[in-house]
C-alpha cells in the first residue's frame, strides 16, 4: 500500500517562513507528479504547486515568487519552501503524488496526504 505523511505546518507571523514535507512510503518504483493543494475554511481544495522534474514545475498565480517546491526522488519526498506568508495563506495543506508505481507492479493514480494546518496570523 501507499501513504503520503505531511510534516512542517504550523504557527507562523505574517512574513515569516515555513517549509513543508511530505513522504510518501511504500515499495516505490516511480512517482510520476508530485504537489501541494490547500483549502481554507468554507473553499474549495486549490492547486498551490505541482512538480514532475526539477524543470518541470507549475504553481498557482498566488504562490508564485514567494513559494519554491522540490522534490527528492531517491527519498520520495517532496517539499514546498513558503516564504513571505500572508494571512490568506491559511489553509490545511495537503500532499498530493499522481502515478505511484509499486514493486509488486501495482499502480495508484492518484493519491493524498491527511493534510497539515497552517496558520498565519500576528
Known amino acids: 500500500q501507499v501513504q503520503l505523511v505531511e510534516s512542517g505546518g504550523g504557527l507562523v507571523q505574517p512574513g515569516g517562513s515555513l517549509r513543508l514535507s511530505c513522504a510518501a512510503s511504500g515499495s516505490i518504483v516511480s512517482i510520476n507528479t508530485m504537489g501541494w493543494y490547500r483549502q481554507a475554511p468554507g473553499k474549495q481544495r486549490e492547486l498551490v504547486a505541482t512538480i514532475r522534474t526539477s524543470t518541470s514545475t507549475n504553481y498557482a498565480d498566488s504562490a508564485k515568487g514567494r513559494f519554491t517546491i522540490s522534490r527528492d526522488v531517491a527519498k520520495n519526498t517532496v517539499y514546498l519552501q513558503m516564504n513571505s506568508l500572508k494571512p490568506e495563506d491559511t489553509a490545511v495543506y495537503y500532499c498530493?503524488?499522481?502515478?505511484?508505481?509499486?514493486?509488486?507492479?501495482?499502480?495508484?493514480?492518484?493519491?493524498w496526504g491527511q493534510g497539515t494546518q497552517v496558520t498565519v496570523s500576528s
Open positions: 498530493n503524488a499522481l502515478g505511484i508505481r509499486l514493486r509488486s507492479g501495482s499502480y495508484y493514480f492518484d493519491n
